[in-house]
């Protein structure tokens, strides 16, 4: 019988043995699931363990300030920002394929990782992070053809997208983990609700929610649109409802419009509300009409580009929780 207790108390042990006297590094999403990992890790081995987050352009409105803000106040952890958005903009500059987004951003962020790496170890006069923490889970480990006798569905970047000349060892001390029981050993740990509690966002980002190539302006549109959709579902107490929303731009789709006297020629976006256990298979959310409403309304309303809002009614499967 495993308690969430057990399993800290296991995992603990596991990677204070694994990592021994060397020192970690791992990056922070903003997610539960990096948090949960680090916070394993840092139980273990105390402040060997350095933690960087990458602002790579593609996170949602307020998600750099309330990593820096909320994780490491209730945590106290070492934390690095780098700010890689210019990197990583260039990097997908031209790039509509949705497997070649996620390799392109796994090896980027591999690529800043080390570097960020380097200028550590010489900080800390030479001793080198051998270590690298991700918050990989089951789901993503079967996903990626990790488990026994299951297809390739798609490369999670934490997963399948590494790059061969990675040159850290691998700490996973939620790979055998569901969503809930992270969570629950979130709770273990001490970690705050809003950390514990939030929803997953994939590490690939706003860059596998743009329909087509992504650039800083298509990001702002979209970040824009995300923010309103949550502020509403959180303002009507639906977030312990829906496991994820993501709100999806058809970047590359026009539909014509009207406003006031003028006409509008601008994009869709998709609100993709589903409901899950562990985003293996998902139904979409029966969300409140209200709801819905003063989404649509506000998003037409605030967004300049955006003149459309539709809901994706479809199950997974067929259709996977992302659209790319
Ligand atoms: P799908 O779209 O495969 O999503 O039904 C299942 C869950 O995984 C998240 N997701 C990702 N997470 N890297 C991640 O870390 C990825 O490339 C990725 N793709 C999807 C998705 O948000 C959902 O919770």
């Not at 790496?117 to 006069?125: C, K, N, P, R, S």
């Not at 918050?135 to 490369?155: C, F, M, Q, R």
């Not at 980002?205 to 309103?228: F, H, M, P, Q």
């Not at 003063?294 to 809002?309: D, M």
Request: proline share 4%.
């Amino acid at each position: 019988q495993w308690t969430t207790a057990s399993i800290v108390e296991e995992q603990v042990a596991r990677i204070a043995e694994q990592i021994g006297d060397g020192k970690a590094i791992c990056g922070l999403s903003g997610g539960v699931d990096s948090a949960v990992a680090a916070a394993l890790v840092q139980r273990a081995i105390g402040d060997r363990l350095t933690c960087v987050f990458v602002d790579h352009g593609l996170l949602r409105s307020g998600e750099r300030a309330q990593v820096e803000r909320d994780y490491v106040s209730a945590t106290g952890v070492n934390l690095v920002t780098v700010d890689a958005r210019e990197r990583f903009m260039d990097a997908l500059a031209g790039v509509t394929d949705p497997e070649q987004k996620r390799k392109i951003i796994g090896r980027e962020f591999i690529r800043v990782f080390e570097q960020a790496e380097l200028d550590l170890q010489a900080a800390a006069g030479g001793e080198k992070f051998r270590f690298l923490v991700q918050g990989t889970l089951y789901p993503d480990v079967v996903e990626s053809g990790g488990g026994a006798g299951t297809a390739n569905i798609k490369s999670h970047h934490n997963v399948g997208g590494l790059p061969e000349d990675l040159e850290f060892e691998l700490v996973e001390p939620l790979r055998a983990l569901f969503k809930d029981e992270v969570r629950r050993v979130g709770t273990e740990l001490g970690l705050p609700e809003t950390i514990v509690q939030r929803q997953p966002f994939p590490g690939p980002g706003l860059g596998i929610r743009i329909i087509g190539e992504v650039t800083a302006e298509r990001l702002d549109i979209l970040r824009s649109a995300d923010a309103i959709a949550r502020e509403e579902l959180t303002a009507a107490g639906l977030d312990r409802d829906i496991w994820q929303c993501p709100v999806v731009l058809l970047a590359d789709v026009r539909s014509v419009g009207v406003q006031g006297d003028g006409r509008t020629y601008g994009h869709p976006v998709v609100l993709r509300p589903v409901s899950s256990e562990d985003a293996m298979t998902a139904d979409w959310t029966r969300l409140p009409y209200d709801v819905l409403e003063r989404i649509s309304t506000r998003i037409t309303n605030e967004v300049a580009e955006v003149n459309r809002v539709v809901l994706d009614v479809t199950s997974k499967p067929p259709g996977t929780i992302e659209w790319e």
